[in-house]
């Protein structure tokens, strides 16, 4: 399983972005898609979970303004994001989890001037 991540930038505080994370291989297994962050000098933090289902999970910074979505015709995990505040600043990740497998893309830069 391949993941790209893209759709990262510079927006000004109180601006949406919008990232993609397209996947490419046997996905068939995957119980589950996630955006992880992490800011500089910080450890890697979850930001939002949705499962095979459609059934989606955020974390209480986020809640409320980002929104996790799949696109399944085009195998692309989707997180809008809008009321962006600085300390949303970070690398964001996009990852895929098997039972025992997880997968990861390269991360997009998302950087929130005040």
């Known amino acids: 399983v391949q993941l790209q991540a893209s759709g990262g930038g510079l927006v000004q505080t109180g601006g949406s972005l919008r990232l993609s994370c397209a996947t490419s291989g046997d996905i068939s297994k995957i119980i589950y898609w996630r955006w992880y962050r992490q800011a500089p000098e910080k450890q890697r933090e979850l930001v939002a979970t949705i499962d095979t289902h459609g059934d989606t999970n955020y974390a209480r910074f986020v809640k409320g303004r980002f929104t996790i979505s799949r696109d399944d015709a085009k195998n692309t995990v989707l997180l809008q994001m809008s009321s962006l505040k600085p300390e949303d600043t970070a690398v964001y990740y996009c990852?895929?989890?098997?039972?025992?497998?997880?997968?990861w893309g390269r991360g997009t830069l998302v950087t929130v001037s005040s």
């Open positions: 990852n895929a989890r098997e039972r025992v497998e997880s997968y």
